[in-house]
């Protein structure tokens, strides 16, 4: 089975809280609220508009892609070696 499914959490300014309660909270409920998307695998992201750099790297340590404002648009933040997480 190679079905994933992306969640993700978009704040006006992501912060380090954010994103723990992200990882720590959110994701693990994902499947309980959500049982038809138990035998996918989940990969999560965070968005915001405002995303210190301090911030987009401890995103993407915990595993988390990292979208950010760019010129009106979003662009990934995260590095070019990066290896997302599969939380479930």
Do not use: H, W
């Not at 959110?26 to 992201?45: M, N, T």
């Not at 915990?62 to 662009?75: D, N, R």
């Amino acid at each position: 089975n190679n079905k994933e499914i992306l969640v993700m959490e978009v704040k006006n300014k992501l912060t380090e809280p954010d994103v723990d309660r992200f990882v720590y909270t959110q994701l693990p409920r994902f499947k309980v609220d959500f049982p038809k998307y138990v035998p996918y695998r989940l990969i999560g992201c965070v968005a915001g508009l405002s995303v210190k750099e301090a911030v987009e790297k401890y995103a993407e340590r915990k595993g988390l892609y990292v979208l950010t404002q760019s010129a009106g648009s979003a662009k990934l933040a995260n590095s070019p070696r990066f290896k997302e997480k599969v939380f479930a």
